[in-house]
C-alpha cells in the first residue's frame, strides 16, 4: 500500500467507496484525487463570513475569510509581509499619537491655559459646539 493511501484527506475519501473501487485507483488518479479535493478544504477560519447579495435580475456572492497564515511564505512574500507590517504599525502609532495630542490639546484648552496669545487652532470652539 502506497504512502499516499495513508494521506488522511485519501483515506476518508476513500472510505466512502466500496473496497473492490479502492482498489481500482492508480497512484497518479490519487494525486489528481487529492489536489482536486484539496482546492476547496478551506479549513477552519476565525472570521468565515459568507452571503448572497441580489442586484435586479443577478445574484453575487461574497466570501470574508481571515486568519492566521499557516503557509510558508517565499523570500518576496516575506519582504511584502514585513513592508505591511510595517506600515500598518506606523499608521496605528500616527492614529495613536494624533488622538493622544488631540486629548492633551482638548485638556489644556478646558483648562484655560493658552500657549500662544490671541491664537487658537479653533479645535476647542469646535468640540464645545459639537457637545453643546
Known amino acids: 500500500m502506497s504512502s499516499l493511501r495513508n494521506d488522511p484527506s485519501i483515506r476518508s475519501l ?4 466500496p473496497e473492490n473501487v479502492q482498489r481500482t485507483f492508480s497512484d497518479d488518479q490519487l494525486i489528481h484525487l487529492k489536489v482536486a479535493i ?12 459568507r452571503g448572497v447579495i441580489k442586484f435586479f435580475k443577478y ?13 510558508e511564505l517565499s523570500k518576496k512574500e516575506q519582504k511584502i509581509a514585513a513592508i505591511s ?3 500598518t504599525i ?30 487658537s487652532f479653533g479645535v476647542w470652539a469646535w ?6
Not at 445574484?59 to 492566521?68: D, I, S
Not at 468640540?127 to 453643546?132: A, D, R, S, T, V
Open 14 to 17: 476513500l472510505s466512502r467507496m
Open 59 to 71: 445574484r453575487y456572492y461574497f466570501v470574508l475569510l481571515a486568519g492566521r497564515n499557516r503557509r
Open 38 to 49: 484539496g482546492a476547496r478544504q478551506w479549513g477552519k477560519h476565525t472570521v468565515d463570513c
Open 85 to 87: 507590517q510595517a506600515i
Open 127 to 132: 468640540f464645545k459646539e459639537l457637545f453643546k
Open 90 to 119: 506606523s499608521m496605528f502609532s500616527f492614529l495613536v499619537i494624533t488622538i493622544l495630542l488631540l486629548i492633551i490639546y482638548l485638556v489644556k484648552s478646558a483648562l484655560g491655559v493658552d500657549m500662544f496669545s490671541n491664537y
